[in-house]
Structure formats: C-alpha cells, structure tokens
Nanobody, 118 residues
Framework: QVQLVESGGGLVQAGGSLRLSCAASGSIVSIPTMEWYRRAPGNERGLVATIFGGGITKYADSVKGRFTISRDNAKNMVFLQMNSLKPEDTAVYYC????????????WGQGTQVTVSS
C-alpha cells in the first residue's frame, strides 16, 4: 500500500517562508514524477510545481521565482520551499506522485494547510 504524507504547513506572515515535505512509503520501485498542488477556499485544485526524476522542474506562473521544488530520490521525498509568501498563497497543499510498484499509478497525500496572514 503506497502512502504519501505531507508535513510542514502552518501559519506565517506575508513575506515569510515555509518548507513543505512529502514522504512516500510502500513497496516503491521508482517515482518518475512528483508534484505539489494546492486548493484555496472556493477554488479548484491547481498545479503548483512538478519535478521529474532527472531533476527537471516546472512551476505555475504565480509562484515562479518564489517557490522551489526539490526531491530526495534515496528517501522518496519531495519538498517545496516557499519564500516571499503572499496571502493569496493560502491553501491546502497536496503532494501528488506517479509511483511505480507492481503497478504504475498516481497517488495523493492528505494535504497540509498553509495560511499566510497579511
């Protein structure tokens, strides 16, 4: 059974920083893609950042230059360093990963709340 568990959310003032972590566990062979999504109140879940196994990254325009996604392949972990946070970054952040076990499929974490006060 594959699990994704996020941590690192919390309350921070505008301009501050937070670092989210997500750990994948289970009988994992490889994780080709790891992503962070977020859902703000009243909005749909949207893609924030993606990192592929080779380290190539992609970002939503709204977070470019402020957020950095990284991964530790040995530990099956992905991170999201969030700097210069704005109130509009307030959302539940979800880890999302393409994981290969006996099968190949996408998995979601349970989410972690990030609240940025003005």
């Amino acid at each position: 059974q594959v699990q994704l568990v996020e941590s690192g959310g919390g309350l921070v003032q505008a301009g501050g920083s937070l670092r989210l972590s997500c750990a994948a566990s289970g009988s994992i062979v490889s994780i080709p893609t790891m992503e962070w999504y977020r859902r703000a109140p009243g909005n749909e879940r949207g893609l924030v950042a993606t990192i592929f196994g080779g380290g190539i990254t992609k970002y939503a325009d709204s977070v470019k230059g402020r957020f950095t996604i990284s991964r530790d392949n040995a530990k099956n972990m992905v991170f999201l360093q969030m700097n210069s946070l704005k109130p509009e970054d307030t959302a539940v952040y979800y880890c999302h990963a393409l994981i290969v076990t006996t099968y190949r499929g996408w998995y979601w974490g349970q989410g972690t709340q990030v609240t940025v006060s003005s």
